[in-house]
């Protein structure tokens, strides 16, 4: 018999629907199986699909499992936020002052600002100097000359980022992606947002080889974005960040440096409420 369970689909990054990334979680998913899960996240054919489960920590809250169309993530952001929205929404009550998310990647801490919420950038899980080759593979995959790469960092927390930043955001924006080229990288690139029009202090894209596609608002990306910029001095501890516009979308996100913490925080707006049979 399929199991009839609640279901939420939520825009995240965006203070308006359809403006920033969709999310489908789907609620109390223990007795789900893995199988299930994939087919589902397959299914859905969003960049993820959650399931809210029992934590298994004492600490945590709640536990989430984050599955793309092809694999599941030990962590990612925008996921974090639509999925703790929904857990709070359906009646879930934090231990404490801050929530706490139990995944892949262990415990992920968020907390509540009136509508808006952040998470907790957690640890790298691989930094340091891009190598020169896979700086001439990015380069070509852009289409930019390497010169015009003014830094570079790994900044992978678990989706496998490598970033670079470009001097303006038109030439970022100009960007057409050949995702052959760029060999199976998935490549976050930054620009600073300049002028009296700019609506951002930055402007992100994530591009994604192993689909093909720009993700529309990342919050994964952003927050090993921010622990590079600031930990560098490429941007200060309070920034704004603007990502989709090439794809139509208005993402916003909000970075703040508290102490050792960098918090990365954004609007979900709730769209669709319902019941799936799995």
């Given amino acids: 018999m399929p199991q009839a369970l609640s279901f939420q689909q939520v825009d995240v990054f965006s203070s308006a629907a359809t403006q920033g990334n969709p ?6 998913a223990d007795d789900v199986s893995d199988e299930q899960m994939a087919a589902f996240a397959r299914w859905t054919n969003l960049s993820e699909t959650t399931f809210l489960l029992r934590p298994t920590h004492p600490d945590a809250d709640y536990r989430v499992r984050i599955f ?39 415990l992920v801490r968020l907390r509540r600002d009136g509508l808006r919420l952040a ?48 001097q303006s955001r038109e030439e970022l924006l ?19 947002w300049t002028g009296p029009d700019a609506e951002a202090d930055f402007e992100v894209r994530a591009l994604i080889s192993e689909i ?3 993700d529309p608002v990342t919050g994964s990306l952003n927050a090993s974005l ?25 993402g916003q996100i909000s970075v703040e440096q508290i102490g050792e ?18």
């Fill in 23 to 28: 999310l489908a979680v789907v609620i109390a």
């Fill in 68 to 106: 793309t169309t092809t694999r599941e993530l030990p962590f990612a952001g925008h996921p974090t936020l639509g999925s703790c929205f929904v857990w709070l929404d359906n009646g879930g009550t934090p231990k404490g002052d801050e929530i706490v998310q139990e995944c892949g990647v262990g």
């Fill in 119 to 166: 998470f907790s950038a957690p640890p790298l899980l691989r930094d340091g100097p891009v190598e020169a080759e896979v700086l001439h593979t990015l380069a070509a995959g852009l289409g930019v000359a390497p010169e015009r790469i003014i830094a570079s960092q790994w900044a992978d927390n678990g989706p496998g980022w490598v970033a670079v930043m470009l």
């Fill in 174 to 192: 100009a960007i057409r992606p050949d995702y052959q080229a760029l060999k199976g990288f998935n490549v976050g690139v930054v620009a600073p």
């Fill in 212 to 214: 093909a596609a720009e």
């Fill in 226 to 250: 921010a622990q590079w910029l600031i930990g560098a001095g490429l941007a200060p501890s309070r920034y704004t960040a603007r990502q989709g516009t090439v794809i139509g979308h208005k």
């Fill in 261 to 278: 913490r960098i918090w990365i925080g954004g609007d979900v707006q709730k769209c669709i409420v319902g019941r799936v049979d799995l």
